[in-house]
């Protein structure tokens, strides 16, 4: 069976709303009644793969915050043509690149510590 590419997304408030009208699938008095052991081993990494940790982040992201920023017109307007919520877009950039130095000082800092 091939795996659906339908990516759905639901901010809080719609999903505190359809657990309220019942519209969970998922079956929490048995996921609770797991151990740890059985929920590892109900994973499917062949299917799902394993979890790179390199590219998480701890916790749920904060609220955003309005900043007033200067850019160049022509970085605008490409992130406008590729299509709608290019703000968010531009975020996801700034976070990979923040994320690849985070990585990269944390590679430095084991080097020195090794060093």
Not at 2 to 11: A, L, Q
Not at 63 to 92: H, S
């Amino acid at each position: 069976m091939e795996k659906s590419e339908r990516i759905v997304r639901y901010t809080a408030d719609q999903l505190d709303e359809m657990l309220r009208r019942g519209e969970s699938q998922t079956d929490w008095a048995r996921v609770d009644a797991m151990t740890e052991e059985e929920l590892e081993a109900s994973i499917d990494v062949e299917e799902e793969g394993e979890f790179d940790l390199s590219n998480g982040w701890p916790g749920i992201p904060g609220p955003k915050q309005e900043v007033t920023i200067c850019l160049d017109a022509d970085i605008i307007e490409w992130f406008k043509a590729q299509g709608g919520d290019y703000q968010r877009r531009m975020n996801d950039v700034l976070r990979d690149h923040v994320a690849a130095r985070m990585r990269q000082q944390v590679l430095a800092a084991a080097g020195r510590a090794r060093g």
